[in-house]
């Protein structure tokens, strides 16, 4: 069945620095990938979508890298800021099913002044 | 645009009891996607409607939870009886599926307690 791993650790980063978090995917080969940001106590909020013949996707401060070889998104935000500190969910389709999406269990950065 | 609004934002209920969750769409969209959070699980689809037509409801846990759309703005999901292990933020989603990557505006999520 398919499988998103997002690293639960949270990732503790400084401010100005570069955040990298990653998502990684087993068993199905999705034609796009998403990631969403969601602060406590709010709904997550679509931040960036890569197709599968995209091997990165920019919007200001945020990068996304899309590998289907190795099975991995990687986000990155460049110049991190406090403001930035929220979990990061990735998000794939379901094999069949375009409106349907998997969510990974997030990754919780923390931007430290 | 409101964006996608659920009411109530909390909820704390009896065991037994019947749990009704409501959620109004972003004018224009025609996806609704009820969702359930908790720290073990992480975000679960319960179901997702199409134009008001339940496309998909295999994450529905079990005959205890339905979820209705009377019209293209308006969705419930109830919970009928309710248990402990119901205790989750629900959140719904919608969308406007004019293409294969479709982007979903959640709501604010209700949280529900089950005591």
């Known amino acids: 069945s398919q499988k998103i791993e997002q690293n639960s650790e949270a990732l503790n980063i400084q401010e100005g620095k570069t955040a990298t978090l990653t998502c990684n995917y087993t068993?199905?080969?999705?034609?796009?990938l998403q990631w969403y940001r969601q602060d406590p106590g709010r709904g997550p909020v679509f931040l960036l979508l890569i197709r599968e013949n995209e091997k990165e996707k920019r919007k200001e401060r945020l990068k996304v890298t899309f590998d289907t070889t190795l099975k991995q998104s990687l986000f990155h935000i460049t110049a991190s800021q406090p403001a930035d500190s929220a979990t990061y969910l990735c998000a794939l389709p379901y094999s069949g099913g375009y409106q349907k999406v998997t969510f990974g269990t997030g990754t919780k950065l923390q931007v430290i002044p | 645009d409101a964006g996608v609004i659920q009411s109530p934002r909390h909820e704390v209920t009896e065991m037994g009891q019947e749990v009704t969750l409501r959620c109004k769409l972003i004018?224009?969209?025609?996806?609704l996607f009820w969702y359930r959070q908790t720290m073990m699980r992480g975000l679960e689809l319960l179901i997702y409607f199409n134009n008001n037509v339940p496309i998909d409801d295999s994450g529905m846990p079990e005959d205890r939870f339905s979820a209705k759309m009377p019209n293209a703005s308006f969705s419930t999901l109830k919970i009928q009886p309710s248990e402990p292990r119901d205790s989750a933020v629900y959140f719904c989603?919608?969308?406007?599926?004019?293409?294969?990557?479709?982007?979903?505006?959640f709501g604010p999520g209700t949280r529900l307690t089950v005591l």
């Open positions: 989603a919608s969308s406007s599926s004019g293409g294969y990557t479709d982007t979903q505006y």
């Open positions: 068993n199905y080969s999705p034609a796009y």
């Open positions: 004018s224009g969209h025609n996806s």
